[in-house]
T-cell receptor, first 114, second 109 residues
Framework: DTGVSQDPRHKITKRGQNVTFRCDPI?????LYWYRQTLGQGPEFLTY????????KSRLLSDRFSAERPKGSFSTLEIQRTEQGDSAMYLC????????????FGSGTQLSVL | EDQVTQSPEALRLQEGESSSLNCSYT??????LFWYRQDPGKGPEFLFT???AGEEKEKERLKATLTKKESFLHITAPKPEDSATYLC??????????FGTGTRLKVLA
């Protein structure tokens, strides 16, 4: 169990650029989640996958955000045409997918949009 | 819509001064309530899961309790290393976890 891994840890980009983050969950965990967290706030749900299927996506998520988990293992989160309001910590979490059990979080990707 | 409210937003305690953090929730059919600890610049770290009213869990200086409307995280004789943000989350009809805004705890030596 090597934990949930996220890459990169930090990303600085200019407004209008596209960015992509990667998440490697704990092996054999079949549920994978993406959350966004801004300073002083709790994690805000973005989307989650059961294996390769994206089962739910937040209504707050604009069309500029897209997530994939092509083979049910790692996942990517892409933000197109970034805006300053996208600046946040993007957290990935995984769970074994049995009932309502605990999530294991990665250390996150801190995005700064200039 | 499912909602989680945590109070207070921030709490400063002297070392050894016990206190409680509150998590109030509104969900359509609680499946689980979770407590996490988050240190600056890191992802949340799991502490407890509670599934039904009346349930209690303990770990070192922390004790979590659950009623039908709220959960408490009791901290007994805290130490400076307990300083962190404590987050509460719930799941209901789906496997989506809804988090509160957290309580920032600072324990002074």
């Amino acid at each position: 169990d090597t934990g949930v891994s996220q890459d990169p840890r930090h990303k600085i980009t200019k407004r209008g650029q596209n960015v992509t983050f990667r998440c490697d969950p704990i092996s054999e965990h079949n549920r994978l989640y993406w959350y966004r967290q801004t300073l002083g706030q709790g994690p805000e749900f973005l989307t989650y996958f059961q294996n390769e299927a994206q089962l739910e996506k937040s209504r707050l998520l604009s069309d500029r955000f897209s997530a994939e988990r092509p083979k049910g293992s790692f996942s990517t989160l892409e933000i197109q045409r970034t805006e300053q309001g996208d600046s946040a910590m993007y957290l990935c979490a995984s769970s074994a997918g049995v009932g309502n059990e605990k999530l294991f979080f990665g250390s996150g990707t801190q995005l700064s949009v200039l | 819509e499912d909602q989680v409210t945590q109070s207070p937003e921030a709490l400063r305690l002297q070392e050894g001064e016990s206190s409680s953090l509150n998590c109030s929730y509104t969900v359509s059919g609680l499946r689980g309530l979770f407590w996490y600890r988050q240190d600056p610049g890191k992802g949340p770290e799991f502490l407890f899961t509670l599934y039904s009213a009346g349930e209690e869990k303990e770990k070192e200086r922390l004790k979590a309790t659950l009623t039908k409307k709220e959960s408490f995280l009791h901290i007994t004789a805290p130490k400076p290393e307990d300083s962190a943000t404590y987050l509460c989350a719930v799941t209901s009809g789906t496997y989506k976890y809804i988090f509160g805004t957290g309580t920032r705890l600072k324990v002074l030596a």
